[in-house]
């Protein structure tokens, strides 16, 4: 499978509006990689190229990296920076299947939903818990622990197999640790480097996670501008192996 972090940013993306911190001083000076849309990832798949959540800057991030072809969409929470482009699909030029749990589908609905959309876009629910087969590859979701619907995800394809946590914190569920047990990749979203940070997991707790599911790699992404500029971040994490920090249209072969 081909990776493509689309956007590695949290929920202000970097720089942030108006704010004059130094990381986002650098990131309006310098350009990539500082700069971070925000989060979405492109999963290319025998016969089925998912894209994982629509924040509102996917049109141009669809554009940019000319994403050309979708079978589906995966919604892992109805946050704004996680669906709030998703009426953009209602222009695409062919059917899309919306892999939502029923909860967050109710939101989208509710929130964000147009008669366009319901032409484009089928919805299959999942749940926590019970795997989706595609045939030549199969998706397993699980819940993450917050007061909000989120949901992870364990992909596997043939051997290989990756798991997303979504915006997990460091508190997890005995059944997610199970399933991130010797991924070949785990992909991480860590806005901020340190503790304290309740409701996201951080950079130093992912990556003693990492050494404690014996995962083969670890990818930070969901960068927020209080955490460190991309060169020093990805500094610190060369002090350990199989570590790497996401940025923009970064791409990951598997």
């Given at each position: 499978m081909k990776i493509t972090f689309l956007g590695t940013g949290a929920a202000e993306g970097i720089p942030a509006i108006n704010c004059q911190c130094e990381h986002c001083r650098r990131a309006r000076k310098e350009g990539p990689p500082l700069t971070r849309e925000r989060n979405a990832i492109l999963f290319e798949l025998p016969g089925y190229n998912l894209l994982v959540?629509?924040?509102?800057?996917?049109?141009?991030?669809?554009?940019?990296?000319?994403?050309?072809?979708l079978e589906g969409i995966w919604i892992t929470h109805a946050a704004y920076e996680h669906v709030g482009g998703i009426k953009e699909f209602e222009y695409w030029q062919d059917r899309l299947d919306l892999l939502a749990e029923e909860r967050l589908f109710k939101i989208v609905k509710r929130e964000h939903w147009t008669a366009r959309l319901e032409r484009v876009m089928f919805h299959i629910p999942y749940y926590p818990g019970a795997a989706l087969?595609?045939?030549?590859?199969s998706i397993l979701p699980f819940a993450v622990r917050?007061?909000?619907?989120?949901?992870?995800?364990?992909?596997?394809?043939?051997?290989?197999?990756?798991?997303?946590?979504?915006?997990?914190?460091?508190?997890?569920?005995?059944?997610?640790?199970?399933?991130?047990?010797y991924a070949d990749l785990l992909i991480v979203n860590t806005p901020v480097f340190q503790p304290p940070k309740e409701d996201h997991i951080t950079v130093?707790?992912?990556?003693?996670?990492?050494?404690?599911?014996?995962?083969?790699?670890?990818?930070?992404?969901?960068?927020?501008?209080?955490?460190?500029?991309?060169?020093?971040?990805?500094?610190?994490?060369?002090n350990f192996d199989g570590v790497?920090?996401?940025?923009?249209?970064?791409?990951v072969e598997i």
């Open positions: 959540d629509t924040p509102p800057d996917v049109r141009d991030m669809i554009n940019r990296y000319e994403v050309s072809r087969y595609f045939g030549e590859f917050r007061n909000v619907p989120i949901f992870g995800f364990s992909l596997k394809e043939g051997d290989r197999r990756v798991v997303y946590t979504s915006d997990t914190p460091a508190r997890l569920t005995n059944y997610a640790r199970c399933l991130m047990r130093v707790e992912a990556i003693a996670l990492k050494e404690e599911v014996q995962a083969g790699e670890l990818i930070l992404t969901y960068i927020n501008h209080r955490n460190k500029p991309h060169d020093e971040l990805q500094a610190y994490v060369q790497r920090v996401a940025y923009d249209g970064m791409t």
